[in-house]
């Protein structure tokens, strides 16, 4: 994946976050805003996905941020007070970063069971 800019000063971005999906979600959102703003900004994926194994760098101006990702389930996770001042950071995302994830892998897996052991009556 290549990397995304989230600047509004010309002097250009003054600090990275690194998203590294170390899942076995596809990640199709994701979105920062300023911590205790109340709505996202744009899907900084633009129509592209971020599949397992992949990362993305994201350029940002100095500020303390909310970020959201959601995976191909529309299950969304959200991690608060990100600081992006000045500081490169690298944000990891596993099968238990996000609990919902994980709620969400095991409700998909109970289904399939269930499925499964209905078609083989």
Known sequence: MTGCVISSDDDGPDA????????????????????????????????????PGEQLTLAADCDVYDARLIDEDDVDCEVFDVDLCLNDADWIIRDNTCAVFGVAKAAREAAAAAKAAAAAK
Do not use: C, M, Q, W
């Open 16 to 51: 990275t976050l690194t998203v590294h999906n170390e899942s076995n979600f596809t990640i199709i959102d994701i979105a920062l805003k300023p911590a205790g703003n109340g709505s996202y900004g744009r899907n900084l994926l633009d129509g592209d996905v971020l599949l």
